[in-house]
């Protein structure tokens, strides 16, 4: 599925790694997605609450009515701490893991891959969808 497709066809995003800060870009991409009118599932470890949404410590945390929504695990962390999101993602169901902006890990990739999710890598979620959907 194209890039295009995947922003048109699943509104249901969970933000791996958000921050609570508004000037860290996973605050900024995540209210941007919800003024496009995605539904957001906020995940950080560390946090309770952002952006008035309550945040789940994990994937596999979140409520199971959540879980089965996901559809896009979007993933604001370091590439060495993308495998375990990316065996949550298939294992909630999700059907794409995006890697943000400079987040890349090849093998993580293949395996979402190959459990059928779609892949993206090392781009801007909102980027995206400025360019070819809004």
Not at 41 to 66: F, H, K, R
Not at 84 to 91: C, H, K, Q, S
């Amino acid at each position: 599925m194209d890039i295009r497709s995947i922003l048109t066809n699943y509104r249901h995003i969970a933000v791996v790694g958000i921050s609570e800060k508004p000037d860290r870009p996973s605050n900024a991409v995540a209210r941007y997605l919800i003024r496009a009118g995605y539904t957001i599932y906020p995940v950080n470890p560390s946090i309770s609450e952002v952006l008035g949404l309550q945040c789940w410590p994990s994937l596999s945390a979140l409520p199971g009515e959540i879980q089965k929504l996901v559809q896009i695990v979007d993933i604001f962390r370091k590439p060495e701490d993308v495998p375990p999101v990316v065996d949550e993602a298939i294992a909630i169901g999700a059907k794409v893991v995006w890697m943000q902006l400079g987040v890349s890990n090849p093998a993580s990739a293949e395996k979402a891959a190959s459990a059928g999710l779609d892949v993206v890598q090392d781009l801007c979620i909102a980027v995206e969808h400025q360019d070819l959907v809004h």
